[in-house]
């Protein structure tokens, strides 16, 4: 049985597709998991989507396939160079879908980690991670990378992007009309995480709440936030968090809030009762 923890962004989301640094943690309260058992000879590889009631089957793997677990299947085997083996993988995830909480670079990433141990060449780091970016791009198009990144790794990462200026949607929009003064944005956003990490280092948890709330701000201007979002991080701050911004690509996802431990279960309840449909209390920088 293989594993991959969700993952959130604590700043410099979507400027990180414009060169900046980002920094992400993983979050291991939620899971995707990945499970194989051996089948007959010649029943070829089956992907067992628990949570979506999918069932999926693979014999071919050159044909080009547009499922993401297929593809991760595809992408596995064609690396490997290996014959498709007699297989039935179970894949189940407690990371919410489509919630800006890596589920679909932690499905994949699991189900990698599963298929490539059991045909005897299990798959990590940078090749793991090469993999799984791969999927990426069927979800997000032109992904910086992160969300994999910081999956794969199942660390704390401070990330740059090799490539720049490969975006998406809305925010590509507003930089080609003006890319003067969104590239000043993210430049801010880019001070602020790198700002962060010598606060985030040192245990500075006033600072670092501040640069949320800057960071919030700067991606309410990029127009990625929501009235619901822009709610809850005013709710966060109301109810003492240290600081609160959005996490990930935005217009709906996750807002993250900065908070002293005897202080969570308060803020939680202020987010539920602001129209959160699920909160969590994690720890972030220590395993
Ligand atoms: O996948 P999400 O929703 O966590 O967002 C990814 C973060 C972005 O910076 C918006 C896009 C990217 O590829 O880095």
């Given at each position: 049985m293989h594993h991959a923890p969700a993952k959130i962004i604590l700043f410099g989301e979507?400027?990180?597709?414009?060169?900046?640094?980002?920094?992400?943690?993983p979050f291991t309260a939620l899971q995707a998991t990945a499970d194989s058992e051996p089948t007959p000879p010649g029943t070829g590889l089956t992907i067992i989507?628990?949570?979506?009631?999918?069932?999926l089957h693979i014999k071919d793997a050159d044909t080009m396939l547009d499922n993401a677990l297929l593809r991760s299947a595809q992408l596995t085997l064609n690396k490997l160079n290996v014959p498709?083996?007699?297989l039935n993988i179970t894949v189940s995830s407690t990371i919410p879908l489509a919630s800006g909480l890596g589920s679909g670079a932690a499905v994949?990433?699991?189900?990698?980690?599963?298929?490539?141990?059991?045909?005897?060449c299990p798959l990590e780091g940078d090749e793991l991670n090469a993999l799984v970016f791969e999927v990426e791009k069927m979800h997000h198009g032109t992904p910086s990378g992160i969300d994999n990144t910081v999956i794969v790794k199942g660390a704390p990462v401070y990330f740059i992007?090799?490539?720049?200026?490969?975006?998406?949607?809305?925010?590509?929009?507003?930089?080609?009309?003006?890319?003067?003064t969104y590239?000043?944005?993210?430049?801010?956003?880019?001070?602020?995480?790198?700002?962060?990490?010598?606060?985030?280092?040192?245990?500075?948890?006033?600072?670092?709440?501040?640069?949320?709330?800057?960071?919030?701000h700067l991606l309410n201007i990029l127009t990625v936030s929501s009235p619901l979002l822009n709610?809850?991080?005013?709710?966060?701050?109301e109810t003492g968090a240290l600081g609160a911004k959005l996490s990930g690509g935005g217009r709906g996802g996750n807002v993250i809030a900065l908070v002293e431990p005897d202080n969570a279960h308060w803020v939680a309840d202020a987010f539920r009762e602001a129209g959160a449909v699920r909160t969590w209390v994690t720890t972030v920088g220590k395993s």
């Open positions: 979507h400027a990180v597709v414009y060169g900046q640094p980002a920094i992400a943690v989507a628990s949570d979506l009631q999918q069932q498709t083996p007699d994949s990433a699991a189900l990698i980690r599963e298929l490539s141990a059991a045909v005897g992007k090799a490539s720049t200026r490969e975006s998406v949607g809305a925010v590509r929009e507003l930089y080609d009309n003006d890319p003067d590239q000043g944005f993210f430049e801010e956003i880019g001070a602020i995480v790198k700002e962060a990490r010598g606060h985030i280092e040192h245990g500075n948890l006033n600072d670092i709440g501040h640069l949320m709330n800057r960071n919030h709610t809850l991080v005013s709710t966060a701050r």
